[in-house]
Structure formats: structure tokens, C-alpha cells
């Protein structure tokens, strides 16, 4: 008998019905097709994601998840957030092998199929939580996506994977909607994606002072999202506790005000205290804890849907565990 991503015997016997009865399961998406996103000497680099998919591999997630093939993202889905003249524009820098086409950012010829697939497995992973009894979602996905814009990209970010999910859930049927983001920096491309759209909540808990300079407590939305952006700027040096505090408690009135039909996690890992990049108070076992956090709101609040999409961390040794730490706490 073979069962999961090639576990024969009694065991696999056991994992299939576990999953199939109990609702328990975890979507992975793993693909080495975002190693193809050369950047050069970045610290967005491809071995983000060899590192990572290694050690999940060896750690053995994908036999204790369900592993999906997924279709690369539609341009009629991706306009769902970006203009049609951006998408040609960089379909076109990613043709001519462009470089750096933003203060930041780079694309190669293999940056166009990464973000398009980068994006296909958000839309996919809401689609499943949605409908099957498999209720949370982890991609790891590159390029990340919180900081693109509807008309070009920023701090290497391509396409906006996280607002693009968004759309998806919504034209899937989900009325409301919360995005939770926990990367060091602020998400302001999805802030601005749905500032006055009153379906899509957003809570982000980023470093303040810095980069991009966005996400001020004053900054909660307007017109019909007005109280629908939550925005937790803390300072660098901030006690792993006050984080914590922080953040539970802003979720909690996102939760109430929002009433979600689906929790969005833009889980960046550059809050680690080690990052080069970023760096806050966070170690591997916080990012567990959080992890575990959003999952006890997403059954609480709805229905245990909830998607997780890979977004900084820039620390090629404890990113990878820090992500291993988070899948711990999804799975409860």
C-alpha cells in the first residue's frame, strides 16, 4: 500500500484516513521552481528557498501534509490587484533579463514563471481552504509580495501574492476577509489594496522607524473600510513580551471588527533577532507561538480557515527553522 508522497504500509494507511476523517491536515506547497528567481548577490536569493525546501523535506512535512500540484496564476487574476499595463511591463523585464528594475528589486528571466506561480499557489491554497476539510495552507513562495504595488514593484517584491489571495476568497464567496502580517516591515502594498474596501481587513506589527515609512497608528482606512487597517508599529528594540501582548490584542479587535471568513498571514521572518535585514525581538520558538495564536483565532472565528504565505526573512539558517517552528504552530 502506498499512501502520501510515497509512505508505504500500516502508517500511510493510518495518515490518509487521519486526514480524511479528522479534517487535521496541513496544505504544503513546495515547488523548486522559485529557486529560478535569480537576483544575484541580494539577500532575496534563491537559497531562501533551497535552504528552506531542504530542511522541510528532511524534517519530513511533506509526508505530513497533503502537497498539491497548482496551476501559475491568470493575468485576469493578477488584475485583480495590478494594472494590466504593469503586468505586460514586467512579463517584458523579465524577457530581457532586466536587473534591478526598482531600488530593490531584480528579475531574471525565471523571476516571470516564479511570480506567477508564487501567486497561482495563493489563489489555489484559498480555493482548497474554502471548500475541502482541510482547513490551513503554508506556500513557501518566492518572490514575496506585500510591499508590490497596482502599478510596479518594491522592495523585491513582484506580485502582490497576499492581495491577490484576497480577491480570490472573495470572488470564491468568503464575504470578509482578515490579513494578518508579521514581517518587520510594513505591508503597504496590501494596506493600500483594500484602504477604503471594507471586505478586507489588514493588522500589521512592523518595526517603526523604517523602511518603507508607511504603517503610523493614524493610518485605519477610510470610506467604507474606515477602522478595517490596524497598524502596531513598535520600536526596534522591543521585549519579546510587549510584542506578544501587542499583537494578541490587536488581533483580537480585528477578529471582532472584521468577523473573517478566512484568516491571510503575509509571515515574514525578518522580525528574528538575527536577521540582516530587518531584526526584532523574535526567535524560532515565537514564531512558533504566534503561529499557534492566529490558528486558535482562525477556529474560533472561522472555521479553522487559514491561509500562511511566505513573505521576508533573510537569515539563510534560522529563516528555515524559523519556518519549521511556524508550521509546528499551525498544526497545533
Avoid at 140 to 146: L, M, N, T, V
Wanted: charge should be negative; charged fraction near 20%; glycine fraction near 10%.
Amino acid at each position: 500500500m502506498t499512501g502520501p508522497a510515497g509512505i508505504t504500509g500500516k502508517f500511510a494507511h493510518w495518515l490518509s484516513g487521519w486526514k480524511r476523517q479528522g479534517g487535521d491536515g496541513m496544505w504544503l506547497y513546495l515547488d523548486d521552481v522559485f529557486a529560478e528567481h535569480e537576483t544575484g548577490k541580494h539577500p532575496e536569493c534563491p537559497d531562501r528557498i533551497v535552504l528552506l525546501n531542504r530542511l522541510l523535506r528532511q524534517r519530513g512535512w511533506p509526508e505530513r501534509s497533503q502537497c498539491p500540484t497548482w496551476s501559475s496564476a491568470t493575468r485576469e487574476q493578477l488584475q485583480a490587484v495590478h494594472e494590466v499595463a504593469y503586468v505586460d511591463r514586467l512579463k517584458n523585464w523579465c524577457d530581457m533579463a532586466a536587473g534591478r528594475i526598482e531600488s530593490d528589486t531584480v528579475v531574471s528571466r525565471g523571476s516571470w514563471q516564479a511570480a506567477l506561480r508564487a501567486a497561482g499557489a495563493a489563489i489555489d491554497a484559498v480555493q482548497r481552504v474554502l471548500t475541502s476539510e482541510d482547513k490551513v495552507a503554508f506556500c513557501a513562495i518566492r518572490p514575496p509580495g506585500h510591499h508590490a504595488l497596482p502599478s510596479g514593484p518594491m522592495g523585491f517584491c513582484l506580485f502582490n501574492n497576499v492581495a491577490v489571495a484576497a480577491h480570490a476568497a472573495i470572488a470564491a464567496g468568503a464575504e470578509r476577509v482578515l490579513i494578518v502580517d508579521w514581517d518587520v516591515h510594513h505591508g503597504n502594498g496590501t494596506q493600500d489594496a483594500f484602504y477604503d474596501d471594507g471586505r478586507v481587513g489588514f493588522l500589521s506589527i512592523h518595526r517603526s522607524p523604517f523602511y518603507p515609512g508607511t504603517g503610523s497608528q493614524s493610518e485605519t482606512g477610510t470610506g467604507r473600510g474606515l477602522g478595517w487597517t490596524r497598524n502596531e508599529p513598535v520600536p526596534a528594540d522591543i521585549p519579546t513580551g510587549q510584542f506578544t501582548d501587542r499583537f494578541q490584542r490587536a488581533l483580537s479587535d480585528m477578529l471582532t471588527r472584521c468577523q473573517p471568513d478566512l484568516i491571510l498571514l503575509s509571515a515574514g521572518f525578518d522580525a528574528h533577532r538575527a536577521d540582516p535585514v530587518g531584526g526584532l525581538c523574535l526567535m524560532e520558538e515565537d514564531f512558533q507561538a504566534l503561529a499557534k495564536h492566529v490558528r486558535q483565532a482562525a477556529d474560533a472565528h472561522c472555521k479553522g480557515r487559514l491561509v500562511s504565505l511566505l513573505e521576508g526573512g533573510y537569515h539563510l539558517d534560522h529563516m528555515p527553522t524559523s519556518v519549521a517552528a511556524h508550521l509546528e504552530g499551525l498544526q497545533g
